[in-house]
């Protein structure tokens, strides 16, 4: 299962007053801004247009360290968890990009043996409380959608979340019963 904040980056984030001290941060800031509809109000962006950008300033910045610094984090969003009727923490979560962006997958491939269900019913589930951080969203995502995007996949899987996760808004229940069926 892998699962995203439909807001890719935290406003605190690309409003850090130390952090856009840094020119590099002001620029990877406009980049953002522009390319992925982030709005920042009050912040300057830096003094120049994404139009009039000299593409060779970006040679040597690195955009992923960005993204995954000003992503939203685990530790922050998770407010309970439970897994076989047992508590859990962040740290069943392993961090992971994913064609939707900086996301989080309980189960992931490097974490050793799956960690299979063998019965059906709530005993054997994965169940969580999450902070969606509202006050956190930049504007960038799905049109002004808040809440998460999830996928359930088999642990080998690469989690494809922007073409096959689903919604989960904030403010309600959700449950997903699954069944596992093999097509040969």
């Known amino acids: 299962m892998t699962l995203c904040n439909i807001n890719l980056m935290r406003l605190s984030f690309l409003e850090d007053e130390e952090r856009l001290k840094s020119a590099d941060h002001r620029l990877l800031k406009t980049v953002m801004e522009n390319f992925y509809g982030f709005r920042s109000p009050g912040i300057p962006t830096g003094g120049f247009q994404f139009a009039s950008l000299d593409l060779n300033q970006l040679r040597g910045l690195n955009a992923t360290i960005f993204i995954e610094e000003g992503a939203h984090k685990i530790h922050e969003m998770l407010i309970a968890c439970t897994w076989k009727e047992t508590e859990c923490n962040e740290t069943i979560f392993k961090a992971r990009w994913t064609n939707f962006g900086y996301c ?32 956190e969203y930049s504007g960038g995502g799905m049109n002004g959608a808040v809440g998460f995007v ?35």
Do not use: C, W
């Open 150 to 184: 999830v996928m359930l996949h088999e642990q080998d899987d690469v989690p494809l979340v922007y073409d096959l996760g689903f919604l989960a808004s904030p403010g309600f229940l959700t449950q997903v019963a699954i069944k596992k069926k093999v097509v040969r």
């Open 104 to 135: 989080y997958t309980f189960n992931e491939p490097n974490s050793g043996e799956p960690d299979d269900v063998t019965k059906p019913g709530r005993h054997e589930q994965l169940s969580l409380a999450l902070n969606v951080q509202q006050n």
